[in-house]
């Protein structure tokens, strides 16, 4: 059995409060289990609870066994001094806290379905545990859920957001590229999208923002795209080769140290979507907004929103999706999948944390208006949502179901999941049932 269990099982009173008393037979009331902790010291602090006709208030550790408090050193630390109650599955052991005082050390007695319907659970084939159960889940209860995990997944990125926000010296605008920059690789080319902004500063792209195609120049060549051994076909393009004069001349200017030439990943990828065709819509981006974190922040609806991504490789890359290979003529535009794309993973989490970490509500709450506004994603995750009947209407919540799969799901933290909770209990009489829809 995990103590985990044991923890869920106190937080929620799902024990047998009739079977709660010490050796002398003197029954244990819990006015309040207290607050559960999950960093290092005891499992609950604050606890309030009645023996016989005393009211005692303090800690409670939990542990499988009543041996366990001395394996794992408790009775060596001060910190457990002040636990008023030591509650276990099988009381095998005395126990002493540091000062020589025996522990109260209580069984506690529960119906055995529930141990069972937990074990059900984490014990499925299936990553979603209870996608057979789910749909009889109210769906006012699975919305706030939903709307939970939401905060909790942007919070997630913000952790990211936070990390480059540091390391630019606290720079908006180039904290803000840097992300843009990052997602413009879409999954495939993430990383060496990232690593070209980190090398080729948001700075030196603004000095250049009235000439489209020396940003091109600088961006193609920061990728070490502009190596000679990269594209021989190109060689005899006009095109291609002022690319190289123009970077030649700036990376000399600005002391540019590109990225590897062969970190970039052409296979399996639509045309559309090679690492070229990127990084001059890109371009096109950068040149389209100079300012392009305070123009996303000005923005109050949605369409105006996409309208700042919304951008086209420059003419020569309308018949081209590699240097120095002609293709059908069609104009290269971000699309409305890339956009969303964008929104969803760098533009909403930078304006939400900068709402935070300006206190303001309305960014943060605009932020969430954002997500509302666009569709619905569409991946290997939501699918395995469908297949259990659970269908969202935005990407609000598809943010949600997918930090709920991730995040909850796969770990089996069943029991730290609002749908889990209610599912283990079914059957069970709550002091207060709606306490299951709070945060576990």
């Not at 545990?129 to 913000?158: N, Y």
């Not at 943060?364 to 699918?383: A, M, Q, T, Y």
């Amino acid at each position: 059995m995990k103590e985990e269990f044991l923890h869920y099982l106190w937080k929620y009173r799902l024990y047998d409060n009739d079977k709660l008393s010490d050796k002398d037979g003197n029954r244990i009331t819990v006015i309040h289990p207290g607050e559960y902790n999950r960093d290092s010291g005891p499992d609950f602090f604050n606890a309030r609870v009645i023996i016989g006709d005393t009211e005692w208030a303090g800690n409670v550790e939990i542990h499988t066994m009543a041996s366990h408090f001395d394996l794992h050193r408790h009775h060596c630390d001060p910190a457990y001094d002040n636990v008023i109650l030591h509650v276990v599955a099988c009381n095998d052991k005395k126990v002493y806290n540091t000062r020589g005082e025996e522990l109260l050390t209580v069984e506690m007695k529960y119906d055995a379905a529930l141990y069972e319907r937990y074990m059900d659970l984490v014990n499925t084939p299936y990553i979603i545990a209870c996608q057979s159960d789910i749909k009889s889940i109210e769906s006012f209860r699975m919305q706030e859920w939903l709307e939970a995990l939401v905060i909790e997944r942007l919070m997630d990125k913000c952790i990211h957001v936070n990390k480059i926000f540091s390391e630019t010296g606290n720079d908006w605008e180039e904290t803000f590229y840097r992300l843009i920059s990052r997602y413009f690789g879409f999954r495939v080319n993430t990383e060496p999208f990232e690593m070209v902004a980190n090398v080729l500063p948001y700075r030196i792209i603004k000095k250049h923002a009235d000439n489209l195609f020396q940003v091109e120049a600088l961006l193609f060549g920061a990728a070490g795209m502009l190596d000679e051994a990269l594209f021989r076909e190109a060689l005899h393009d006009d095109y291609y080769r002022t690319l190289i004069k123009e970077f030649r001349i700036l990376s000399s200017k600005y002391c540019i140290h590109p990225v590897h030439r062969w970190l970039w990943k052409y296979s399996r990828l639509r045309p559309a979507n090679f690492p070229t065709v990127r990084l001059s819509q890109l371009a096109a981006m950068l040149v389209k907004y100079p300012s392009l974190f305070s123009r996303a922040l000005e923005v109050q609806e949605i369409t105006d929103l996409r309208f700042i991504f919304d951008v086209t490789a420059s003419t020569y890359w309308n018949d081209h999706y590699v240097f120095g290979r002609r293709s059908r003529s069609v104009s290269k535009t971000t699309g409305n999948q890339a956009i969303d794309i964008l929104l969803i993973n760098a533009v909403i989490p930078v304006l939400f944390f900068y709402g935070r970490n300006h206190d303001s509500d309305d960014i943060c709450d605009k932020s969430l208006s954002f997500l509302r506004g666009i569709g619905p994603e569409s991946n290997s995750i939501i699918k395995e949502w469908n297949v259990t009947g659970i269908d969202a209407t935005s990407a609000y919540y598809t943010q949600g179901l997918i930090q709920l799969r991730n995040n909850y799901c796969r770990k089996r933290r069943c029991l730290e999941c609002r749908i889990g909770n209610l599912l283990i209990s079914r059957g069970k009489t709550l002091m207060n049932n709606n306490q299951l829809i709070l945060e576990p």
